[in-house]
C-alpha cells in the first residue's frame, strides 16, 4: 500500500489550507450548481399513473398524501429477483422516523418493478417494515403532521403556488 509522506506540522498545515481552498471552491461550485437545478422550469404531469400499494391502487396525486413534496425512492427488486437490492435494503432500514419529513411537508414513497407480494414479504423480513402500511390499520398521525382533512386525500386541495409554497 502506498501511504502518503511523513512531514513536519508547518509542511503538513500548507497542504491542508491548499486543499481546503480547493474544497471551499468546489463546495461554493456545487452550491451554484444545485441553485442552477432548483432554478429548472417545471414540466406538467399529464400521464395518469397509478401504484399499487397495501392500501390498494394510488394515483401519484395521492402518494403526495396532502403534502407540498415527494420524494420517490426506486427500490430496485426485479420481479424475478427474490430481494430487493442490497444497496437499497440497507438506504431503506435506515430511513429515520417520517414524522421528520412530514413537519416539511414532505413525502416518501418507495416504487419498485416487484410485485405487491414480493414487496410486502421482502418488507417483513426488514427493520424498514414500518414504511409499509397494513391495510386494515390507518397510519398513526404525528404530533407534527396532525390529523389531515379527508379532502386532501381525495384530491380536493387548492393547488400552491409553486414560487411561494402557499
Known amino acids: 500500500m ?7 506540522h508547518d509542511e503538513w498545515l500548507v497542504a491542508r489550507k491548499r486543499l481546503l481552498a480547493k474544497e471551499k471552491d468546489f463546495t461554493r461550485a456545487r452550491d451554484r ?7 429548472l422550469p417545471m414540466v406538467r404531469i399529464d ?4 401504484f399499487d400499494g397495501p392500501d390498494g391502487k394510488a394515483t401519484l396525486f395521492d402518494l403526495f398524501d396532502g403534502r407540498r413534496q415527494l420524494i420517490v425512492y426506486h427500490f430496485m427488486f426485479d420481479p424475478a429477483w427474490d430481494a430487493g437490492c442490497e444497496g437499497c435494503s440497507i438506504v431503506v432500514d435506515n430511513i429515520g422516523h417520517l414524522a421528520h419529513l412530514h413537519a416539511r411537508d414532505t413525502s416518501l414513497v418507495l416504487v419498485s418493478r416487484a410485485p405487491l407480494p414480493k414487496l410486502l414479504a421482502s418488507a417483513a423480513r426488514q427493520t424498514s417494515s414500518t414504511l409499509v402500511r397494513d391495510p386494515r390499520r390507518p397510519a398513526p398521525p404525528t404530533p407534527e403532521s396532525g390529523p389531515r ?6 384530491g380536493n386541495h387548492r393547488p400552491r403556488d409553486p414560487r411561494t409554497h402557499r
Do not use: C, G, H, T
Open 2 to 8: 502506498n501511504l502518503p509522506k511523513i512531514v513536519s
Open 33 to 39: 450548481l444545485n441553485a442552477e437545478r432548483r432554478r
Open 47 to 50: 400521464k395518469e399513473y397509478v
Open 149 to 154: 382533512r379527508r379532502a386532501d386525500r381525495l
